[in-house]
T-cell receptor
């Protein structure tokens, strides 16, 4: 079974500052990794995903993440945040093979609050 | 079209009512999902349909009854719900699971359900 740990439940930052949202996972098999964003009263939108290949993944809205297999991490970064980035961010993992490959396992989420 | 639509956006119902939630996608996805999301929590998987057949039921109470009438539509029938069932109900779709390991799920905006 896989699990996801998002180390920070809340991250407050000032506008135009850099931000890193941390995600660690645990799995006995190879995984796919995802970051989703949820704006207030909306569904989840995919920011970026790691399936294979380059460990640095670029997504929408200027976000990027780096897959580190040895540290089992997939941290999300943005060099300069905007007020509009205020949202809940979920890290998720799925097995790349096997009987549980239908299942997205989510972390508990990190609330990013960007202050002026 | 990369959109998953859900109706209604909001629903208030009494514990004796019967209501239905609807979800539609036109991306040709043959896997569809229902999730329940409580406030400040990650989504919890309820049901998975693969090729219009129920393949996964995550031990959901029988007062929730899913239906997949065709490859584009997914319904969730609600009956005799409890106040603790109040939540955001999210629908998602993906490539068919049999031939594709889960790559990403596309989420709808959700239905905010309140049970009085």
């Amino acid at each position: 079974a896989q699990s996801v740990t998002q180390l920070d439940s809340q991250v407050p930052v000032f506008e135009e500052a850099p931000v890193e949202l941390r995600c660690n996972y645990s799995s006995s098999v190879s995984v796919y990794l995802f970051w989703y964003v949820q704006y207030p009263n909306q569904g989840l939108q995919l920011l970026l995903k790691y399936l294979s290949g380059s460990t640095l993944v670029k997504g929408i809205n200027g976000f990027e993440a780096e897959f580190n297999k040895s540290q089992t991490s997939f941290h999300l970064r943005k060099p300069s945040v905007h007020i509009s980035d205020t949202a809940e961010y979920f890290c998720a993992v799925s097995e790349s093979s096997g009987g549980s490959n239908y299942k997205l396992t989510f972390g508990k989420g990190t609330l990013l609050t960007v202050n002026p | 079209d990369t959109e998953v639509t859900q109706t209604p956006k909001h629903l208030v119902m009494g514990m004796t009512n019967k209501k239905s939630l609807k979800c539609e996608q036109h991306m040709g996805h043959r896997a569809m999902y229902w999730y329940k999301q409580k406030a400040k929590k990650p989504p919890e998987l309820m049901f998975v349909y693969s090729y219009e057949k129920l393949s996964i039921n995550e031990s959901v109470p029988s007062r929730f009854s899913p239906e997949c009438p065709n490859s584009s539509l997914l319904n969730l029938h609600l009956h005799a719900l409890q106040p603790e069932d109040s939540a955001l109900y999210l629908c998602a779709s993906s490539q068919p699971l049999v031939t594709y390991p889960l790559r990403e799920q596309f989420f709808g905006p959700g239905t905010r359900l309140t049970v009085l």
